[in-house]
């Protein structure tokens, strides 16, 4: 399993996914937080609530990382490497389980860079512009870790969405498709429903999910984030065990 | 020689309409280069897939080195396989492409380097894969089979993309195996391309396996083929035919099935046809394949 592993990470370092996924990270955070916190006005960044609509900068990470997970897993299938990861390993779960631990490792890594980074970044823009603000836009300890750790489940989650549908185009369109229109639609019409929708479960877990304004147009309902992370926790549990079964019976043509 | 390959009714079937290998038996024996020969469709690639646990068998079973390929221990150090599912990722060196794969087997970067001296690629071994050509691929794959440096090579269709030259450098490649005492079984849809290199062969068609055994006791159980050239080929074809031959005719030539060449010399010579060449002849792999694969058609 140790050698599986080495040959996983090695995967990583030797294309340029991986270095692109830090860079597309980073853009995708730092800069539009850096904007922010550096042009809007003063009084505005000391409004309440302001940290947590900057920390949500972090919220596009999980998304990127679930687009990770079904490119790492898709490109087997695609470049057709899979065949050589199951003739060195024939015994597939063992394939399957060692992907999706890394990429969950890879996943929580990644994802605890970008909140030190959006912390570090807030704390300084606010010290260079004098301006008091929580960094961690109330959340505690607990929050983080949680989030933290179902950004690395997301990872896996896209690994093992990517080893049950396998075509790479199809998979990550589909996959956005649902996450950020599907399932809001579902949302606001049907909200009891919605609430329970993998994607919104995720996003509640998260420390960087926007705080609901008081003057919302729909009402949304949302899990707690404890109760959210464990739903999180079986839905990426199931589809990792549906993942791993599918791929010791698909045949390798 | 004890079994290295062991099919026994060995069968595929893919969905409710394709049926890509019907009650295949065989053994591959230690030590000998064994060729799977037939048009494409026959069944080849299902079958090699089928002995590498790739594809899962509708019915039968197939026993690699005395296991199933899954149950064998360090499987990349006994057995290497070219497949043409297998790829490598483009943006990934060649050299890092064996990398992966040897780190995953628990094979040393040392004999990375020493398999691509091996397949003449140990100077493009940093360029990226979606740099190569079709035939460094090949050699790519190849080395990939070799990593493990093990004892039974499965090369599916390993000349696809070679030019002459690289056609040429395969067969003396696998004559190098088999003299180290390798077991080969290598796939071809071009009969010509493995005939000067394979000792036994499987000849496949349609899913079925038509015959197996050496080239020599094959073609030793078949019609041999009495080659004519004459200036009044269409006269004597139609003599032959209507004498029960067997005839195939290009201008002024005739291969001639059935007859022997001195029944073919009489013939002529009775019919005033002159002869500016007759000959026997085995038949080549090919038509090997022509004949068993026609005489099955009509069975």
Redesign the interface.
């Known amino acids: 399993m140790i050698a599986l592993v080495r040959a996983e990470l090695l995967k990583l370092r030797s294309t340029r996914t991986a270095l692109g996924l830090f860079i597309a990270i980073l853009v995708a955070t730092l800069v539009p937080l850096t904007l922010i916190i550096a042009l809007v006005p003063r009084s505005w960044l000391e409004t309440d609530g302001v940290t947590g609509f900057l920390n949500a900068a972090s919220a596009l990470v999980p998304l990127v990382l679930l687009v990770f997970g079904i490119l790492g897993m898709t490109n087997e299938y695609r470049h057709g490497t899979i065949t050589y990861s199951y003739l060195v390993t024939p015994r597939r779960w063992q394939v399957m389980v060692v992907k999706l631990a890394v990429y969950a490792v890879v996943g929580i890594v990644t994802m605890l860079i970008a909140v030190v980074l959006v912390y570090l970044v807030i704390r300084v823009g606010g010290a260079v512009r004098g301006i008091d603000i929580d960094a961690t836009g109330g959340n505690t300890l607990g929050d983080y870790a949680r989030t933290v750790i179902v950004a690395g489940l997301i990872t896996t989650f896209g690994v093992a969405l990517g080893a049950l549908f396998r075509a790479q185009v199809i998979t990550v369109a589909g996959t956005l498709i649902w996450a950020l229109f599907v399932e809001n639609i579902i949302v606001v019409l049907k909200p009891r429903i919605g609430m329970w929708m993998p994607f919104t479960v995720f996003n509640n877990v998260s420390a960087a999910q926007v705080p609901s304004s008081d003057n919302a147009v729909v009402a949304v309902e949302q899990l707690s984030r404890s109760t959210a992370f464990l739903v999180s926790l079986v839905y990426i549990a199931l589809v990792s065990l549906l993942a791993v079964f599918i791929s010791l019976r698909r045949d390798v043509t | 020689m004890p079994a290295v390959i062991t099919a026994d009714h060995l069968t595929k079937r893919?969905g409710k309409k394709v049926l890509a290998v019907d009650d295949v038996s065989f053994t591959i024996a230690d030590g000998t280069i064994t060729g799977v020969l037939g048009p494409n469709g026959a069944g080849k690639t299902?079958t090699l897939?089928m002995i590498?646990?790739?594809?899962?068998p509708t019915a039968g079973s197939v026993t690699i080195l005395g296991s199933r390929?899954?149950d064998?221990r360090a499987?990349?150090a006994r057995v290497g396989?070219l497949?043409d599912?297998?790829?490598?990722?483009?943006?990934?060196?060649g050299r890092?492409?064996l990398?992966?794969?040897a780190?995953?087997?628990?094979v040393s970067d040392a004999r990375v380097d020493e398999t691509l001296e091996m397949v003449e690629l140990a100077k493009d071994g940093k360029r990226a894969v979606k740099g190569y050509s079709t035939g460094m691929k090949q050699r790519l794959a190849l080395a990939?089979a070799l990593l493990g440096d093990p004892e039974v090579l499965i090369l599916d269709e390993p000349a696809n993309g070679l030019d002459p030259e690289g056609m040429l450098w395969l067969r003396t490649f696998l004559r190098a195996q088999a003299a180290e005492g390798k077991t080969v079984l290598v796939s071809s849809h071009v009969l010509a391309e493995v005939e000067q290199t394979v000792d036994d062969v499987l000849i496949m068609s349609k899913g079925k396996l038509l015959a197996q055994g050496p080239i020599s006791t094959l073609t030793a159980s078949t019609q041999p083929v009495v080659r004519v050239r004459t200036p009044q080929a269409e006269k004597l074809e139609t003599a032959l035919l209507s004498a029960g031959a067997g005839v195939n005719r290009l201008n002024d030539a005739l291969a001639v099935r059935g007859p022997t060449a001195a029944e073919v010399g009489e013939l002529a010579h009775a019919q005033g046809v002159a002869l500016h060449e007759l000959l026997t002849e085995q038949p080549s792999l090919e038509e090997l394949f022509l004949q068993i694969a026609g005489t099955r058609r009509e069975q």
Do not use: E, K, M, W
């Not at chain 2, 590498?52 to 899962?56: A, H, T």
């Open positions: 893919f299902t897939r590498l646990d790739l594809v899962r390929y899954r064998l499987p990349a396989a497949l599912s297998a790829g490598f990722h483009p943006g990934r060196s890092n492409a990398r992966v794969i780190t995953g087997a628990g990939a």
